[in-house]
C-alpha cells in the first residue's frame, strides 16, 4: 500500500512557474514507476509525465515538453514536477501516481496508486 500527498499548487501568471511535489509513504517508494497526470473541469484525466524506477528514464506529453520536469529523490520518497512557462490551458487538477510496472507507463489505468490532487490555476 502506498498512500501519495501533492502539494504545492495554487494560482500563478502565465509564464510564470510552480513546482509540485508528492510525498510517498512506505518502504518501497523505489520500487514504483511514479506519474503525473492532470485533469481540467469537463475533461478527461491526462499524462504529464512519468518517470522510470530509478529516476534514469522520463517520458513528457507533448503539450508540456520543454517546460515542464519531473524528478524523483527515493532517499526522500518524494517526486517533484517543476513546471516553467505556465498558459491558461495548464489550469487543471495535478494528480500523482504510483505504478508498479517495469516501465515507464502512460495510461492512466496503468497506475495502482493515486494521491488527492492538487489544483494548479494560471490566470491569463
Known amino acids: 500500500q502506498v498512500q501519495l500527498v501533492e502539494s504545492g499548487g495554487g494560482l500563478v501568471q502565465a509564464g510564470g512557474s510552480l513546482k509540485l511535489s508528492c510525498a510517498a509513504s512506505?518502504?518501497?517508494?523505489?520500487?514504483?514507476?511514479m506519474g503525473w497526470f492532470r485533469q481540467a473541469p469537463g475533461k478527461e484525466r491526462e499524462f504529464v509525465a512519468a518517470?522510470?524506477?530509478?529516476?534514469?528514464?522520463?517520458s513528457y506529453a507533448d503539450s508540456v515538453k520543454g517546460r515542464f520536469t519531473i524528478s524523483r529523490d527515493n532517499a526522500k520518497n518524494t517526486v517533484d514536477l517543476q513546471m516553467n512557462s505556465l498558459k491558461p490551458e495548464d489550469t487543471a487538477v495535478y494528480y500523482c501516481?504510483?505504478?508498479?510496472?517495469?516501465?515507464?507507463?502512460?495510461?492512466?489505468?496503468?497506475?495502482?496508486?493515486w494521491g488527492q490532487g492538487t489544483q494548479v490555476t494560471v490566470s491569463s
Open positions: 518517470i522510470s524506477r530509478s529516476g534514469g528514464s522520463t
Open positions: 501516481a504510483a505504478g508498479k510496472a517495469s516501465t515507464i507507463v502512460t495510461r492512466p489505468t496503468t497506475y495502482d496508486y
Open positions: 512506505g518502504r518501497t517508494f523505489s520500487s514504483y514507476a
